[in-house]
Protein backbone atom coordinates (compact mmCIF):
# COMPACT_ATOMS: atom_id res chain seq x y z
CA UNK A 1 0.00 0.00 0.00
CA UNK A 2 1.09 3.56 -0.66
CA UNK A 3 1.90 6.03 2.11
CA UNK A 4 3.45 9.27 2.46
CA UNK A 5 7.13 9.15 2.87
CA UNK A 6 8.56 10.82 6.00
CA UNK A 7 11.66 9.98 7.41
CA UNK A 8 11.82 8.27 11.01
CA UNK A 9 13.40 10.20 13.74
CA UNK A 10 15.96 8.58 15.05
CA UNK A 11 15.34 9.85 18.55
CA UNK A 12 12.46 7.59 18.91
CA UNK A 13 12.39 4.50 19.52
CA UNK A 14 10.15 1.97 17.57
CA UNK A 15 8.05 0.87 20.58
CA UNK A 16 7.26 4.72 21.05
CA UNK A 17 5.37 4.39 17.67
CA UNK A 18 3.43 1.59 18.43
CA UNK A 19 2.45 3.03 21.90
CA UNK A 20 1.52 5.85 19.52
CA UNK A 21 -0.47 3.78 16.88
CA UNK A 22 -2.41 2.36 20.13
CA UNK A 23 -3.05 5.91 21.20
CA UNK A 24 -1.25 4.47 24.71
CA UNK A 25 -1.29 7.31 27.06
CA UNK A 26 -5.40 7.68 26.06
CA UNK A 27 -5.74 3.63 26.47
CA UNK A 28 -3.97 3.66 29.74
CA UNK A 29 -6.50 6.37 31.18
CA UNK A 30 -9.71 4.40 29.75
CA UNK A 31 -8.40 1.36 31.93
CA UNK A 32 -10.06 3.30 34.69
CA UNK A 33 -13.35 1.80 33.10
CA UNK A 34 -13.30 -1.48 33.54
CA UNK A 35 -11.50 -1.30 36.66
CA UNK A 36 -14.69 0.51 38.37
CA UNK A 37 -16.83 -1.34 36.61
CA UNK A 38 -15.56 -4.47 38.43
CA UNK A 39 -15.14 -2.78 41.46
CA UNK A 40 -18.93 -1.44 41.75
CA UNK A 41 -20.23 -5.06 39.88
CA UNK A 42 -18.71 -7.41 42.92
CA UNK A 43 -18.43 -4.85 45.92
CA UNK A 44 -15.22 -5.42 46.26
CA UNK A 45 -11.79 -6.58 45.02
CA UNK A 46 -12.13 -9.65 42.56
CA UNK A 47 -9.37 -12.40 43.70
CA UNK A 48 -5.69 -11.93 42.67
CA UNK A 49 -5.85 -13.83 39.44
CA UNK A 50 -8.97 -12.53 37.88
CA UNK A 51 -7.78 -8.83 38.89
CA UNK A 52 -4.03 -9.52 36.96
CA UNK A 53 -5.62 -11.34 34.13
CA UNK A 54 -7.98 -8.50 33.98
CA UNK A 55 -5.52 -5.96 33.61
CA UNK A 56 -3.64 -7.72 30.62
CA UNK A 57 -6.59 -8.24 29.33
CA UNK A 58 -8.15 -4.89 29.23
CA UNK A 59 -4.69 -3.22 28.16
CA UNK A 60 -4.29 -5.36 25.47
CA UNK A 61 -8.02 -5.01 24.26
CA UNK A 62 -7.63 -1.21 24.31
CA UNK A 63 -4.27 -1.47 22.59
CA UNK A 64 -5.62 -3.98 19.97
CA UNK A 65 -8.75 -1.59 19.16
CA UNK A 66 -7.07 1.91 18.75
CA UNK A 67 -4.86 0.15 16.45
CA UNK A 68 -7.68 -1.59 14.75
CA UNK A 69 -9.07 2.60 14.17
CA UNK A 70 -5.63 3.38 12.63
CA UNK A 71 -5.71 0.07 10.63
CA UNK A 72 -8.91 0.80 9.16
CA UNK A 73 -9.30 4.20 8.24
CA UNK A 74 -5.03 3.79 7.13
CA UNK A 75 -6.33 5.22 3.11
CA UNK A 76 -8.48 7.73 4.62
CA UNK A 77 -5.69 9.34 7.10
CA UNK A 78 -2.93 9.58 4.81
CA UNK A 79 -5.12 11.38 2.53
CA UNK A 80 -5.79 13.61 4.93
CA UNK A 81 -2.46 14.59 5.88
CA UNK A 82 -1.64 15.09 1.97
CA UNK A 83 -4.28 17.50 2.53
CA UNK A 84 -2.90 19.40 5.22
CA UNK A 85 -3.97 17.90 8.51
CA UNK A 86 -2.50 19.54 11.56
CA UNK A 87 -1.03 17.66 14.23
CA UNK A 88 -0.70 19.89 17.03
CA UNK A 89 0.16 19.82 20.66
CA UNK A 90 -2.65 20.08 23.64
CA UNK A 91 -4.91 17.36 22.78
CA UNK A 92 -4.68 13.90 24.67
CA UNK A 93 -4.51 11.71 21.95
CA UNK A 94 -1.75 13.87 20.32
CA UNK A 95 0.45 13.35 23.07
CA UNK A 96 2.38 11.07 21.04
CA UNK A 97 2.79 10.59 17.35
CA UNK A 98 -0.63 10.79 15.63
CA UNK A 99 -1.55 8.16 13.00
CA UNK A 100 2.11 7.23 12.56
CA UNK A 101 1.34 4.61 9.78
CA UNK A 102 -0.06 7.26 7.97
CA UNK A 103 2.59 9.27 8.25
CA UNK A 104 5.16 6.80 6.97
CA UNK A 105 6.82 6.02 10.31
CA UNK A 106 5.43 2.27 10.81
CA UNK A 107 4.30 -0.06 8.17
CA UNK A 108 0.52 -0.89 7.44
CA UNK A 109 2.06 -4.66 7.94
CA UNK A 110 3.63 -4.23 11.12
CA UNK A 111 0.79 -2.05 12.30
CA UNK A 112 -1.31 -5.10 11.52
CA UNK A 113 1.11 -7.58 13.36
CA UNK A 114 0.69 -5.14 16.30
CA UNK A 115 -2.95 -5.12 16.35
CA UNK A 116 -3.77 -8.97 15.66
CA UNK A 117 -1.24 -9.70 18.27
CA UNK A 118 -2.70 -7.36 21.40
CA UNK A 119 -6.31 -8.88 20.11
CA UNK A 120 -5.28 -11.90 20.34
CA UNK A 121 -3.84 -11.18 24.26
CA UNK A 122 -7.11 -9.86 24.67
CA UNK A 123 -9.22 -12.64 23.31
CA UNK A 124 -7.77 -15.33 25.35
CA UNK A 125 -7.60 -13.47 28.68
CA UNK A 126 -11.00 -12.63 27.89
CA UNK A 127 -12.37 -15.99 27.23
CA UNK A 128 -10.50 -17.42 30.73
CA UNK A 129 -12.29 -14.94 32.22
CA UNK A 130 -15.60 -16.00 30.69
CA UNK A 131 -15.96 -17.02 27.09
CA UNK A 132 -19.22 -14.29 27.60
CA UNK A 133 -16.09 -11.99 27.76
CA UNK A 134 -14.83 -13.14 24.33
CA UNK A 135 -17.73 -12.55 22.51
CA UNK A 136 -17.88 -8.97 23.76
CA UNK A 137 -14.91 -8.53 22.57
CA UNK A 138 -15.57 -9.51 19.19
CA UNK A 139 -18.41 -7.48 18.95
CA UNK A 140 -16.44 -4.93 20.26
CA UNK A 141 -13.82 -5.39 17.25
CA UNK A 142 -16.78 -5.39 14.52
CA UNK A 143 -18.75 -2.39 16.23
CA UNK A 144 -15.10 -0.30 15.76
CA UNK A 145 -14.57 -1.38 12.12
CA UNK A 146 -18.30 -0.82 11.54
CA UNK A 147 -17.61 3.27 13.27
CA UNK A 148 -15.27 3.56 10.97
CA UNK A 149 -16.76 2.76 7.79
CA UNK A 150 -19.05 4.67 8.64
CA UNK A 151 -17.38 8.13 8.40
CA UNK A 152 -19.22 9.40 5.63
CA UNK A 153 -22.37 7.76 5.76
CA UNK A 154 -24.11 9.03 8.89
CA UNK A 155 -23.81 10.71 11.78
CA UNK A 156 -25.47 8.26 13.58
CA UNK A 157 -22.22 6.41 14.18
CA UNK A 158 -21.76 8.00 17.45
CA UNK A 159 -24.01 6.11 19.04
CA UNK A 160 -21.62 3.57 17.35
CA UNK A 161 -18.78 4.82 19.39
CA UNK A 162 -20.92 5.00 22.57
CA UNK A 163 -21.78 1.31 22.25
CA UNK A 164 -17.91 0.31 22.30
CA UNK A 165 -17.07 2.15 24.78
CA UNK A 166 -19.29 0.55 26.98
CA UNK A 167 -18.42 -2.72 26.31
CA UNK A 168 -15.14 -2.75 28.26
CA UNK A 169 -16.97 -2.04 31.21
CA UNK A 170 -20.03 -4.50 30.70
CA UNK A 171 -17.36 -7.27 29.41
CA UNK A 172 -15.38 -6.52 33.42
CA UNK A 173 -18.61 -6.77 35.10
CA UNK A 174 -19.41 -10.56 33.26
CA UNK A 175 -15.51 -11.49 33.79
CA UNK A 176 -15.93 -10.99 38.09
CA UNK A 177 -20.05 -12.02 38.14
CA UNK A 178 -21.49 -14.66 36.01
CA UNK A 179 -24.76 -13.23 36.59
CA UNK A 180 -24.76 -9.04 36.72
CA UNK A 181 -27.86 -7.58 38.22
CA UNK A 182 -30.02 -6.14 34.94
CA UNK A 183 -30.81 -2.98 36.45
CA UNK A 184 -27.03 -2.51 37.44
CA UNK A 185 -25.92 -3.44 33.88
CA UNK A 186 -28.18 -1.10 31.92
CA UNK A 187 -27.41 2.06 34.49
CA UNK A 188 -23.57 0.75 33.64
CA UNK A 189 -24.33 1.37 30.08
CA UNK A 190 -26.24 4.49 30.48
CA UNK A 191 -23.31 5.82 32.43
CA UNK A 192 -20.51 5.15 30.03
CA UNK A 193 -22.38 5.46 26.99
CA UNK A 194 -23.58 9.02 27.72
CA UNK A 195 -19.93 9.98 29.38
CA UNK A 196 -18.47 8.52 26.00
CA UNK A 197 -20.75 10.96 23.59
CA UNK A 198 -20.77 13.74 25.48
CA UNK A 199 -17.16 13.74 26.94
CA UNK A 200 -15.13 12.31 24.08
CA UNK A 201 -16.89 11.37 20.83
CA UNK A 202 -18.50 14.72 20.28
CA UNK A 203 -15.92 16.93 21.72
CA UNK A 204 -12.97 14.83 19.31
CA UNK A 205 -15.46 15.17 16.35
CA UNK A 206 -15.51 18.94 17.21
CA UNK A 207 -11.86 19.58 17.17
CA UNK A 208 -11.70 17.93 13.60
CA UNK A 209 -14.43 19.89 12.31
CA UNK A 210 -13.10 22.04 9.46
CA UNK A 211 -11.34 19.09 8.07
CA UNK A 212 -14.45 16.87 8.48
CA UNK A 213 -16.31 19.69 6.35
CA UNK A 214 -13.94 19.25 3.82
CA UNK A 215 -13.80 15.69 3.53
CA UNK A 216 -17.69 15.46 3.69
CA UNK A 217 -17.62 13.33 6.88
CA UNK A 218 -20.96 12.62 8.95
CA UNK A 219 -20.10 13.57 12.25
CA UNK A 220 -22.68 15.48 15.01
CA UNK A 221 -20.71 19.23 14.90
CA UNK A 222 -21.10 18.37 11.42
CA UNK A 223 -24.85 17.60 10.94
CA UNK A 224 -26.00 19.77 13.89
CA UNK A 225 -23.08 22.70 13.79
CA UNK A 226 -21.86 24.38 17.19
CA UNK A 227 -24.73 25.17 18.92
CA UNK A 228 -26.54 21.97 17.93
CA UNK A 229 -23.31 19.89 19.13
CA UNK A 230 -23.11 21.83 22.27
CA UNK A 231 -26.49 21.17 23.04
CA UNK A 232 -25.92 17.52 22.74
CA UNK A 233 -22.71 17.35 24.67
CA UNK A 234 -24.34 19.66 27.47
CA UNK A 235 -27.32 17.12 27.49
CA UNK A 236 -25.34 13.73 27.40
CA UNK A 237 -23.03 15.29 30.33
CA UNK A 238 -25.91 16.16 32.92
CA UNK A 239 -27.33 12.36 32.35
CA UNK A 240 -23.98 11.13 33.23
CA UNK A 241 -23.83 13.17 36.20
CA UNK A 242 -27.07 11.90 36.66
CA UNK A 243 -27.02 8.42 36.73
CA UNK A 244 -23.71 8.09 39.19
CA UNK A 245 -25.74 7.75 42.00
CA UNK A 246 -28.01 5.44 40.90
CA UNK A 247 -25.12 3.66 39.72
CA UNK A 248 -23.50 3.95 42.93
CA UNK A 249 -26.71 2.58 44.79
CA UNK A 250 -27.20 -0.21 42.65
CA UNK A 251 -23.60 -1.79 43.81
CA UNK A 252 -23.51 -4.05 46.48
CA UNK A 253 -20.44 -1.13 47.76
CA UNK A 254 -21.91 1.00 50.00
CA UNK A 255 -20.96 4.47 49.40
CA UNK A 256 -20.82 7.43 52.40
CA UNK A 257 -22.74 10.36 51.66
CA UNK A 258 -19.16 12.31 51.67
CA UNK A 259 -18.02 10.19 48.48
CA UNK A 260 -21.31 10.69 46.61
CA UNK A 261 -21.19 14.31 47.14
CA UNK A 262 -17.66 14.07 45.76
CA UNK A 263 -17.90 11.85 42.93
CA UNK A 264 -21.26 14.89 41.58
CA UNK A 265 -18.22 17.36 42.43
CA UNK A 266 -16.41 15.35 40.01
CA UNK A 267 -18.54 15.33 37.59
CA UNK A 268 -19.09 19.07 38.00
CA UNK A 269 -15.39 20.12 37.56
CA UNK A 270 -14.09 17.71 34.90
CA UNK A 271 -17.42 17.61 32.69
CA UNK A 272 -20.28 20.16 33.49
CA UNK A 273 -18.28 23.27 34.04
CA UNK A 274 -16.28 22.42 30.94
CA UNK A 275 -19.21 21.52 28.68
CA UNK A 276 -20.98 24.66 30.19
CA UNK A 277 -17.84 27.22 28.85
CA UNK A 278 -18.43 25.07 25.76
CA UNK A 279 -21.57 26.20 25.26
CA UNK A 280 -20.94 29.55 25.92
CA UNK A 281 -17.96 29.85 23.77
CA UNK A 282 -18.83 27.81 21.29
CA UNK A 283 -15.13 27.56 19.72
CA UNK A 284 -12.90 24.46 19.18
CA UNK A 285 -10.13 25.22 21.98
CA UNK A 286 -13.24 24.73 24.43
CA UNK A 287 -13.74 20.91 22.42
CA UNK A 288 -10.59 20.21 23.10
CA UNK A 289 -10.71 21.29 26.51
CA UNK A 290 -13.68 18.78 27.32
CA UNK A 291 -11.90 15.81 25.31
CA UNK A 292 -9.09 16.03 27.76
CA UNK A 293 -11.16 17.15 31.54
CA UNK A 294 -13.78 14.77 30.43
CA UNK A 295 -10.61 11.88 30.16
CA UNK A 296 -9.78 11.80 33.37
CA UNK A 297 -13.24 11.01 34.99
CA UNK A 298 -13.61 7.55 35.30
CA UNK A 299 -10.07 7.66 36.62
CA UNK A 300 -11.12 10.04 39.53
CA UNK A 301 -14.46 8.00 40.20
CA UNK A 302 -12.49 5.16 40.32
CA UNK A 303 -10.15 6.49 42.86
CA UNK A 304 -12.99 7.43 45.22
CA UNK A 305 -14.80 4.34 44.69
CA UNK A 306 -11.16 2.49 46.03
CA UNK A 307 -11.53 4.75 49.04
CA UNK A 308 -15.59 3.54 49.64
CA UNK A 309 -13.80 -0.04 49.47
CA UNK A 310 -10.59 1.02 51.91
CA UNK A 311 -12.42 3.37 54.47
Known amino acids: MNHVSLSQPSVAPRLKLFLALSRTPHGLLDLATPGLAALLCLGGFPPARVLLLGLITVFAGYTAVYALNDLVDYRTDIAKIRDGRKMEAGYLDGVMVRHPMAQGLLGFWEGLVWALAWAAVALSGAYLLNPVCALIFIAGAVL ?29 AFAVDPRPAPVFLMLLFGWIFSWEIGGQNVPNDWHDLEEDLRWRAQTVPVRYGAPGSAKVILACLMATVMLLPLLQTASPLVFSLDLKLLSLAAGMV ?14 RSRATALFNYASYYPLVILLLTLLALLV
Open 144 to 172: ETIYCLMLRVSHWRTLVSGVVKTLGGIAA
Open 270 to 283: LLIMPAWRLYRAQD
